[in-house]
């Protein structure tokens, strides 16, 4: 289960071409140690084009990594996205996607119940 999530993961961010999705600064993709404090990074976006948001805990070692969640709010802060899995056992795999109305800044954080190593993917 856990290595279909990853090839899941991996066909998102190698197969859809570049030119599809929103962010103005690129696309990102990358494992991160996420601990006490969320992952945040703020990104601006295409106005009407699809954008996404792609979580996945990246410890093999333990059958059950720590809940994730997904948040995603606009430049006056209100949240326009959110994920947080919707039991225990989908809780390691999150994701948004969303249609940004007009170009603009989003701010992205991924928080994780416990101390874990997350792939994450902003397309």
Do not use: C
């Not at 071409?17 to 929103?22: E, T």
């Not at 991160?32 to 996945?56: M, Y």
């Amino acid at each position: 289960m856990r290595r279909n999530a990853v090839l899941a993961v991996l066909a998102f961010i190698s197969l859809v071409p570049f030119g599809v999705s929103s962010p103005i600064d690129g696309t990102y993709g990358e494992k991160n140690d996420i601990g006490s404090q969320p992952w945040r990074t703020t990104r601006t976006f295409r106005g009407g084009e699809r954008a996404s948001v792609l979580a996945l805990g990246a410890r093999p070692d333990e059958e059950f990594v720590g809940k994730l969640h997904i948040k995603v709010f606009d430049a006056k802060g209100n949240l326009v996205a959110e994920d947080s899995g919707n039991s225990n056992l989908a809780g390691d795999f999150v994701g948004v996607v969303w249609y940004p109305p007009r170009t603009g800044e989003y701010r992205i954080e991924v928080h994780s119940a416990k101390a874990n190593e997350v792939y994450i993917a902003v397309k």
